[in-house]
């Protein structure tokens, strides 16, 4: 079972203030100012793009098999516990805020804080309102799938260095204009890659 790559898009993405001030690393009792509100005001709508594929899951005893590569990762293997497929996606919210952030990068160190914040944010959003819509999307018989936690490359023991076979796999360049630095960070700055695992329990 190796799914075709689907495409999504979701408009005017709402971060959450909490969590850009969390980001920005404002003491838990602040509250939003003026400029975090300016800031959001600046950027405008955020939209993100997302393309996703589902793979089977296959154990070969400490290796995982993915689909689109293999692992000895422990941590991925216990996240992955009761699933035989996973959905493997890539986001982003594209290069307006990495524009933002070389421009004010230069001209005001403060706000290119607050615009690092919102995209982080930001990007949380795009991954939690997918996750959110993803049982329903693999829904059997009318009937939602339950999913495990996103888990992306740099998580425990599952390295960066299997970004190239997400990047491959999800064809990120074409669908989404991504690609990795030789670091393996990637460009747009403010994007995702994970997979989530689907149960196979009773539902």
Known sequence: MMDLISLK????????????????????????????????????????RLCWRRFPIERQ????????????????????????????????????????????????????????????AGIEALCNAFCEELPQLLAEDGQPVRIRPRYSPGFGDFGLEYQPFIFSALDCQKNLGLTLTDSLLMSPTKSVTALVGICDEER
């Open 61 to 120: 005893g400490a290796w995982l098999d993915l689909g689109f590569c293999r692992t000895p990762s422990a941590s991925l293997s216990i996240n992955l516990k009761g699933c035989s497929s996973l959905v493997l996606f890539a986001g982003t919210l594209g290069i307006g805020i990495d524009r933002f952030l070389a421009k004010y990068g230069r001209l005001s160190p403060a706000r290119a804080l607050w615009f690092q914040a919102i995209g982080a």
């Open 9 to 48: 898009t979701y408009n005017d993405l709402q971060p959450d203030l909490s969590e850009v001030m969390r980001y920005a690393g404002a003491p838990k009792t602040a509250e939003p100012d003026a400029q975090i509100l300016s800031c959001l005001a600046e950027l405008g709508e955020i939209l993100g």
